[in-house]
Structures are given as C-alpha cells and as structure tokens.
C-alpha cells in the first residue's frame, strides 16, 4: 500500500539523504537545479513545523518527500504567462523519490496522491515549477495532467511553471 503521511521531526535524516540523492542525480544528468544550499535539512525542518512535509510511504518506508503548501508562492505572482485560474492552489515543492524506488512509478502515484490531499482540503488548482533542463520533471509534470503556464524567476534562476485544475470527486 501507497500512502502520504504528514513528516516528523524523526524523518529529517532520511529526508536529507533523499535531498542529496536527488542532488547528485541532477547533477549526473548536467542540470543546475538544486546544485547549492537548497534544498536543505533546514528547509524541511520549517516544512515539518509548519506541516507542510509529505513523505510518501511504501510498505512503511519512506519512498519520497515533496514540501505541500497553500499558503501561495509569492514568485509566481510575476509569472511571464497566465495561469489557468486565480483560485487557491496548492504548491508543490522540494519533490524527490528514493534513489532506491526509481522507475517504479512511484512519482506518478505521489502527484495522485497529492490530488487527493488537494480535494480533500478543497484545493483544487496545483502549482508546480521545475527547471527547463529538468526533462524527466517537465515530463512527469506535464503526464501528471499539468498544464504549462509560463515562466517564474525562483531560486536563482528562471524556472517552468505549470498548474492543474482539479475537480471535486465527490
């Protein structure tokens, strides 16, 4: 079973190890993305006090790690672009899968799960960026049913900014 559970302080340590996997990964493929102080233990520190850290558990391992969050981003009110709507959204930040759980799928499952957190909390239009060279992102982004909205200036450099609008289940 395949789930999202709120992150501790407990999880820290292992949330680090997924940010300096997906470091080196990023790295290995030549992209510039997260290749300086972010994201660090201190930035999930803050998710977790705050209760913005997901961690998605496999069989009760954590698997991945995105930072979820609904109080907006202020970098994307200076989108060179339009967004498909101005409802309240949820951003999605910091995402990364365990080196060890690559090619399982399990990034797919993680922005479904990420769905369904979003209706469950009446949030129904997601936010996401990710850099240009950063094709299997763009790729996972855009096959998650995201939509390219432009251009945002975040973390030092120029980023692609996408949203999906969701719709109520129930």
Known sequence: MITIELA????LEHIQTLFQQGKAF???????QWQNDYPSKDDAA????????WCLIKD???VGYACLDADGEPSY??????WLD??????????VIDDTYKHQGLAK?????????????NIFSIRIDTDDANMIMK?????SGYTYCGTIWFDNSIKIAFQKQLHDKH
């Open 46 to 53: 803050k998710d977790v006090a705050t209760h913005k850290g």
């Open 109 to 121: 499952t993680f922005f479904a799960e990420i769905d369904k957190y979003a209706i469950s909390n």
């Open 86 to 95: 101005n409802l309240p959204y949820l951003v999605v930040h910091r995402m």
């Open 139 to 143: 790729q996972l982004i855009k096959a």
């Open 77 to 82: 009110d200076t989108l060179k672009g339009k």
């Open 8 to 11: 501790t302080e407990k999880d």
């Open 60 to 62: 009760s391992k954590i």
């Open 26 to 32: 990023l790295k290995s493929q030549g992209i510039d």
